[in-house]
Nanobody, 123 residues
Framework: QVQLAESGGGSVQAGGSLRLSCAAS?????????LAWFRQAPGKEREGVAL??????TIYADSVKGRFTISWENGDNTLLQMNSLKPEDTAMYYC?????????????????WGQGTQVTVSS
């Protein structure tokens, strides 16, 4: 059983930093997999932000390149370090997992989701 739980959201002023954590269980010993961070702002579609593969490969959305960093920590736990935050980064952030050798930012391809954590960036 795969379970994901996000933490670390909050409110920050523009230019500030936040670190999100996704505590995952049930991922290992099931082949290659990816864990991704998505975000969804009110009235907008859910969009991929960053993802990391079980072998360590990473991909970032253009909007966050150079500002966000995704990494593994303590096994299957994932960190999303967010620096130089902008008001347009305001959204509910979700972590999601899929068992596949192929990376994708398509949310429909992810079976497992956390409950989300809110990030609010004020100008």
């Amino acid at each position: 059983q795969v379970q994901l739980a996000e933490s670390g959201g909050g409110s920050v002023q523009a230019g500030g930093s936040l670190r999100l954590s996704c505590a995952a269980s049930g991922l290992t010993a099931r082949g290659p997999y990816y864990l991704a961070w998505f975000r969804q702002a009110p009235g907008k579609e859910r969009e991929g932000v960053a993802l990391i593969g079980s072998r360590g490969s990473t991909i970032y959305a253009d909007s966050v390149k150079g500002r966000f960093t995704i990494s593994w920590e303590n096994g299957d736990n994932t960190l999303l370090q967010m620096n130089s935050l902008k008001p347009e980064d305001t959204a509910m952030y979700y972590c999601a997992a899929r068992f596949s050798p192929t990376a994708t930012f398509s949310p429909q391809m992810y079976k497992y989701w956390g409950q989300g954590t809110q990030v609010t960036v004020s100008s």
